[in-house]
């Protein structure tokens, strides 16, 4: 029986999949010295320097927020100002001629710009690979979270075209747009959750306690990313590394798949704590995110506990104008089928991810027909039974997502049936802590958004421990070559 050793070493920056990235300049990430000891302080203390200044303190997170984009490369700033000065006047133009045709312009510039950065090489290719000749790649460099910022600006503009009066001013949208603790990888905020929030001073009486409460959940989001996610990335990097060249055993796959089972979740969840608890330091409240999404009974319920901004957002701008539930149960699978399958193609430029959206999309269809059966007296899963299945199916699907072809991913679920033998796989101490403490923290602990803004009670003492964790972190940081969030590539 083979056996295969993992132990823990220092591996190479990841590269942002589709995204080739300068050597040199990372990146400005959440989980950085340079982010966390430099950035953020400055930012913090001038804004409530300016507290006093509406005008002032929103024009500092504006200018800060192009830096924190620019910081990577300033060749992608010209298109972040230019939609949103494009998107702002065709909002205002709207709003003097009231014609309902004028924001669908605006959804038709944003989507363009994203199927030519992100889309275009991959119908190029698909095309001739379906015909059989060669083709070379225009190389588009993906403009970082385009995806998640073009998608904000369409929400607000189909919401104007729908009957929303809200013609915000100039530096009003532009914060909306840019604020940079959800600029790159959301959550995704309605103009109608945030700007409002604008106009509160800063330096209201419960200022203390955002930021007591969204400094924790910041620490909270740090930990996940950086001693749960980034040690798990590891231990399944190497593995689905070997599975493009071997094939791997049981365990060897099981492994690779539970451990980026939990590392996907606490990066991006991590992320989602990290910028929640960023904007509460400003005084701004951000929609959660995540909420226990392994403890789901059901991929419809998995759903709404897993990027939950994603998924309203997919309800309501794409599955309700499709039509819904509200023309019988063949057309709501359909509708929601297609769905997903433009939300898994939203994930990246791969038809894996298309294929692993149409999964979830048949699987939530099979869900509401199962549901609307046990309503009429039909048979209902234990609940244990309805975790256990949609877990499984969850982890399988991730597979297909993390693998960047179908190969290599039949491969792995072959091993996962035990098509490739037993094995064995060797695991250090670091990394059996980070696999049974992030299971535990996944099926067991509380939502950390909950703990922090929720349960916990700031109290002074808690600044000592607090301080030597932030401290750890940082130390641990300064040791590592930096990994960037899965969801940088989206």
């Known amino acids: 029986m083979r056996r295969t050793a993992i132990s823990a070493k220092p591996r190479p920056s990841r590269r942002i999949a589709g995204r080739p990235t300068p050597d040199s300049i990372p990146p400005m990430l959440f989980n950085s010295q340079v982010f966390i000891l430099l950035f953020l302080p400055v930012v ?46 065709i909002a205002a133009w709207f709003g003097a001629w009231r014609r309902n045709w004028i924001p669908m312009l605006g959804v038709a510039l944003n989507l363009g710009a994203l199927g030519l950065f992100k889309y275009a090489d991959f119908f190029r290719g698909s095309v001739y690979d379906a015909f059989g000749q060669p083709w070379h790649p225009w190389s588009l460099v993906l403009p970082l979270g385009i995806s998640f910022f073009v998608f904000q600006k369409i929400s607000y503009l189909i919401d104007l075209k729908r009957g929303d009066r809200h013609i915000y001013g100039f530096l009003d949208f532009c914060m909306f747009v840019s604020f940079f603790p959800q600029l790159i990888a959301g959550p995704l905020v309605r103009h109608n959750e945030i700007i409002f929030q604008f106009d509160a001073d800063p330096r209201r009486p419960e200022m203390w306690e955002n930021l007591a409460r969204g400094f924790a959940l910041f620490l909270i989001g740090v930990t996940k990313k950086v001693l749960l996610a980034d040690t798990l990335a590891m231990l399944a990097d190497p593995l689905f590394a070997q599975a493009q060249s071997a094939p791997l055993s049981a365990a060897e796959a099981w492994t690779a798949a539970g451990a980026y089972t939990l590392q996907i979740y606490f990066d991006f969840s991590g992320y989602s704590d990290m910028a929640i608890g960023l904007a509460l330091m400003f005084g701004l409240r951000l929609p959660f995110n995540f909420n226990a999404p392994y403890r789901a009974v059901s991929v419809r319920d998995f759903w709404r506990r897993w990027h939950m901004t994603l998924s309203r957002f997919l309800r309501d701008y794409l599955y309700i104008p499709l039509g819904g539930n509200r023309a019988g149960p063949v057309r709501q699978a359909v509708n929601v089928v297609l769905t997903m399958l433009l939300g898994g193609l939203w994930h990246g430029a791969n038809w894996t991810f298309v294929a692993w959206g149409g999964l979830h999309g048949g699987a939530l269809a099979v869900n509401h027909w199962w549901e ?96 030597a964790l932030l401290a750890y972190l940082l130390l641990l940081i300064g040791g590592r070559l930096p990994n960037v969030f899965i969801y940088f590539q989206f």
């Open 44 to 89: 913090l203390g001038l804004y409530y320097l300016a507290a006093g200044s509406r005008t002032l303190r929103q024009t500092i997170v504006v200018v800060a927020s192009i830096g924190f984009y620019g910081w990577w490369d300033l060749r992608f700033v010209p298109l972040l100002a230019g939609l949103t000065v494009a998107t702002w006047l």
């Open 372 to 467: 609307a059966k046990g309503a009429n007296g039909g048979l209902r899963l234990p609940t244990p039974v309805a975790w256990l299945l949609t877990l499984l199916f969850v982890m399988a699907c991730w597979v297909l997502f993390r693998s960047p072809t179908f190969s290599q991913a039949g491969d792995i679920l072959g091993s996962m049936a035990f098509l490739h033998g037993l094995g064995r796989i060797g695991l250090n101490q670091e990394y059996v802590l980070a696999l049974a403490g992030g299971a535990a923290i996944a099926l067991l602990g509380p939502v950390s958004q909950e703990a922090a803004l929720t349960r916990l009670r700031p109290a002074p003492w808690l600044a000592v421990p607090a301080g």
